[in-house]
């Protein structure tokens, strides 16, 4: 009997590589999926922090599309080596901070070492979700050569719904797949994969708008950009990016901003960062928690920051409300200060 | 057989899966792990982690803000 063939695909959670896997399924290949997790990705935990999405479930998409397809799923932690993915990118950036080709590149490069480390596993081929022309910058017909060849995984990639649109790879030429039944999609428009969803019985499928993660969202392009402008340094840690999602960000000088929690949810995740950052919250009268990104270099940037904090509570009107102020390793400081009017924040305060 | 504890307190999923994942792999069949989380999502996710990989989960209990989430390792 032949030799049952395997497949890693890459999961991203949205409907093109559920549905890349289940076209290889139905072919007889048995697949497990591989996701990375780079810190930048859209995930459950920005619903897990926000009050108003609390109805929502709390779901890992790539964990549950690998249930719906009964595959095995790897999380692979990449937020160190990714660094150098976002911050030298080869092929340069798309619309906003998002370096999706070189991204590309990388995680199939990550999928083709998966490989060879778990070679005991017999891993054939590596597949993924990617449609010619999908995206701008990444998904097109010049840059899939690109991917394969820069990745090194060359003529073991493939692409099952545009891989009629591709030269032949490996697993088609050796007949474990057989490329007549494999698609070839092309373009933005997604009626052909809405309709292959219906006919695999799928209809409960993530559709991620602009892409896989925060860096094509130009604000929080914008926040990460502001954020190595004022350290004059591109460099990160998972602390900062993390915190990048939650809050309003507010820089009223170069070297220090505010980040104040939105509900009652932020505030408490950002509690837990007490011990790290500056934290500011008031104690007369209801608001959110703030931290502070950067230093306070005298006693006039503490009350600009705490008259930023009155402004976003409950003692937003009143004359006076007080401000505690917690350093995280010099004790706490009492403040009485006017809340800031919303018309005194200089719009470019805002980052 | 053993049982084994794993603090992932303060991490936002998927860190705590990834963690969970690690970390079985060292143990042997029909041990346990305490994962003590304190993100909501881990309650979905690694159930959701162990029912694919063959593991099962024995009990999820909220504590002090903590949350146990405990699993068996499957062969
Ligand atoms: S959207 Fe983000 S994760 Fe997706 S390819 Fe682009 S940079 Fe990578």
New interface residues.
Partial sequence: MARQHKAIALISGGLDSMLAVRVIQEQGIEVEGINFFTGFCVEGHTHAIRNHHKDKEKRNNALWVAEQLGIKLHIVDVIEEYKDVLLNPKHGYGANMNPCLDCKIFMVGKAVEWVKSNHQEGFDFIITGEVIGQRPKSQLKRTMPIIARESGADDILLRPLCAKNLPETLPEREGWVDRAKLYDFHGRNRKPQIALARQYGLNDFATPAGGCCFLTDEKYSSKLVDLWQARHSRDYELDDIMLLKVGRHLRPEPHFKVIVARDAGESKFLEGYRKQYPSLYSTSHNGPMALIDGQFKNHHDVETAASVVARFGQGRTAERVEIELTLPDNGTQNLVVSPLASEAIPAEWYV | MSDHQLDCQ?L????P??RT?NKVKELAVGDTLCVVC????T???IP??A???GHSLVSIEDKDDLIYIVVRVGA
């Avoid at chain 2, 304190?38 to 999502?41: A, C, K, L, W």
């Fill in positions: 303060r936002l999923c998927p860190l899966v990834i994942q304190t993100d909501p999502g309650k979905n996710d959701a982690w029912r694919i990989h």
